[in-house]
């Protein structure tokens, strides 16, 4: 029992970690995608690129959990 429950904590983990650096990294290059477009919004200019990398990490958390304990139970399940 000790076990599973160590693999699904290092299964949450790992996804949410992995969620984290995808949806920053995402949320950062969108941030630089909108500065360098051609027509230039008034929301792209007010946005903070900081706070919407953050948005984007908080996102990723929440998606990397939310896929590995979707997989969990699909697995628990299976069984």
């Known amino acids: 029992m000790v076990r599973k429950t160590q693999r699904l904590l290092l299964l949450v ?3 949410s970690i992995t969620g984290v650096i995808l949806g920053g990294t995402a949320a950062w290059a969108e941030s630089n995608l909108c ?3 051609s027509k230039i919004t008034s ?3 007010t946005q903070d690129p900081i706070q919407k990398t953050i948005q984007g ?3 990723g958390l929440l998606a990397g959990a ?3 304990c979707g997989a969990a139970w699909q697995l628990r399940h299976e069984d």
């Open 66 to 68: 939310g896929a590995a």
């Open 43 to 45: 929301e792209c200019l």
């Open 13 to 15: 983990v790992s996804c």
């Open 57 to 59: 990490m908080s996102g």
């Open 35 to 37: 500065l360098e477009d």
